[in-house]
């Protein structure tokens, strides 16, 4: 009736490199496409209170990766993994990892998320049909999301989270991790720079991943050459007062008037500068002021 399958460990349909952690679940209960199972894996988690900024991030980096043939792997929560599944749809395939039954929506919000990583992708669990949320169950989902991913991406994470586990897993199972840093006053940017500090990659673009998984990517993607940082601005050329402007405009809300006694110029030279900007889509609006686009 749901349209399940059930993928035991002695199927030829059973992930491989879930095989290799030390305790592979017996079953996989399946909706969708389980042939994405068998094709090279990221994992993107993080924060369920994300900032816009971790948001639009998560969704970047997962566009680009679906995009060269990466399957993005998340967990369906909201924030950082919620934000994951919408990019890698607009270009290609996702798998959602779920701690409860595959026949259960959780949370209920997420219903036509799931409808349409069903249809695009796949939703899978070890947890049979009906299985109900408990907090127990979300652990043994973090080692399944690590465990099908050739490296887990964390966006952001408070220093005590569900995304910390996954990766700690993912170091156990000898998967490579990946942390994205932001800013130091951001109480969600703190587990990424955690996991900096224990060993896992600093990331500011997808090439940077790329770069650290090419061999074992590249039998299976089409791959592109490192990104060219030369050009920040997209290629766009701006005028001396635009640049200058742009240059004090963080990634997080820069205020008005932080801006115009930063760049050291008038009201209206600013104003001007930053309606340029935005028609460019270098900065945006945001409650407070402005901030720069990534």
Not at 189 to 195: E, F
Not at 269 to 285: D, H, M, R
């Amino acid at each position: 009736q749901n349209q399940a399958k059930i993928i035991t460990l002695h199927d030829e349909q059973y992930p491989s490199i879930l095989k290799e952690i030390h305790d592979p679940p017996p079953l996989l209960f399946v909706r969708g496409d389980e042939a994405l199972l068998q094709e090279p894996q990221l994992a993107i988690v993080g924060s369920r209170h994300a900032s816009p900024v971790g948001n639009e991030l998560a969704q970047m980096f997962a566009k680009a990766l679906a995009n060269i043939g990466i399957t993005v792997t998340s967990g369906l929560a909201l924030g950082i993994d919620a934000a994951a599944h919408l990019g890698a749809l607009q270009t290609g395939s996702t798998i959602a990892v779920l701690g409860t039954g595959i026949d259960q929506v959780y949370p209920k919000r997420q219903i036509s998320l799931m409808a349409e990583v069903i249809e695009k992708g796949c939703v899978v669990s070890e947890f049979p049909l009906g299985t109900q949320p408990a907090p127990h169950n979300f652990p043994r989902r973090n080692r399944i999301i690590s465990g099908l991913s050739l490296g887990t991406l964390v966006v952001e994470a408070a220093e005590k989270s569900g995304s910390l586990v996954t990766a700690r897993m993912a170091m156990e199972q000898g998967r490579e991790v990946f942390a994205i840093p932001g800013s130091v006053h951001n109480p969600v940017s703190r587990g990424c720079h955690r996991l900096i500090k224990q060993g896992a990659k600093l990331v500011e673009s997808v090439a940077d991943i790329i770069e650290e998984l090419d061999a074992q990517l590249r039998p299976f993607t089409t791959l592109p050459q490192k990104e060219d940082t030369s050009h920040e601005e997209g290629g766009q050329n701006l005028d001396l007062l635009e640049q200058q402007v742009l240059d004090v405009v963080d990634y997080y809300v820069t205020p008005m008037d932080k801006i115009i006694l930063n760049a050291g110029l008038s009201t209206d030279k600013v104003s001007v500068a930053l309606i340029q900007l935005e028609l460019l889509g270098l900065v945006e609006v945001d409650v407070g002021g402005y901030r720069r686009r990534p």
